[in-house]
């Protein structure tokens, strides 16, 4: 059972709208949660990260912790059809392990 | 800084060859990472160093895999005999410090026939 779970997808929205990407963790040790963006056939590219609870806002990104709940999310406001990949979470543990889900491809239709 | 390099981009090998990886971290990064990504499996986290000392190999996945990092600016990691099923996009990532992000490579995407 992965540590990071999240829905593969593909999550279609139309561009101009609110895309919500969701993650789980099973590790109550995690400090640290990432989001990555990877475009087919290029490395992953950090696009936010979030230690404490509640919202975090860069742009047209916010990405939103609860540990209680052990949930993470990314909200991509504006959606564009450049916006269209692969968004990957992680958690850090002890020891600086990041663990990564498996992906939710997102397609944003122009 | 020119980031993480890793070398080759990409290697076609025949089963029962040795396939080494190489990576080059950012200067000053004090963790080095080694992951592999597969469409089945996504991405994995095969082991990690600190300081040049591997800390955890637990996800390499069989004897057949080895890893170094003789100086703080190269690391390898090492298949021996490579087989049909290790064929992926190898990654390599460094950090600085405990709980910070990642910055990948580029990758190695590894096709053994």
């Known amino acids: 059972q992965k540590e990071v779970e999240q829905n593969s997808g593909p999550l279609s929205v139309p561009e101009g709208a609110i895309a919500s990407l969701n993650c789980t963790y099973s590790?109550?040790?995690?400090?640290?949660f990432f989001w990555y963006r990877q475009y087919s056939g290029k490395s992953p590219e950090l696009i936010m990260f979030?230690?404490?609870?509640g919202d975090k806002e860069d742009g047209r990104f916010t990405a939103q912790l609860n540990k209680a709940s052990q949930y993470v999310s990314l909200l991509i406001r504006d959606s564009q059809p450049s916006d269209s990949a692969t968004y990957l979470c992680a958690a850090s543990s002890a020891g600086n392990m990041l663990t990564f889900g498996g992906g939710t491809r997102l397609m944003v239709k122009p | 800084d020119a980031g993480v390099i890793q070398s080759p981009r990409h290697e076609v090998t025949e089963m029962g060859q040795e396939v080494t990886l190489r990576c080059k971290p950012i200067s000053g990064h004090d963790y080095l990472f080694w992951y592999r990504q597969t469409m089945m499996r996504g991405l994995e986290l095969l082991i990690y160093?600190?300081?040049?000392?591997?800390?955890?190999d637990s996800g390499m996945p069989e004897d057949r895999f080895s890893a170094k990092m003789p100086n703080a600016s190269f690391s390898t990691l090492k298949i021996q005999p490579s087989e049909p099923r290790d064929s992926a996009v190898y990654f390599c990532?460094?950090?600085?410090?405990?709980?910070?992000?990642?910055?990948f490579g580029q990758g190695t995407r590894l096709t053994v026939v």
């Open positions: 990532a460094s950090s600085f410090g405990r709980v910070t992000e990642a910055f």
């Open positions: 979030i230690y404490s609870n």
């Open positions: 160093f600190n300081n040049n000392v591997p800390i955890d």
């Open positions: 590790d109550r040790g995690s400090q640290s």
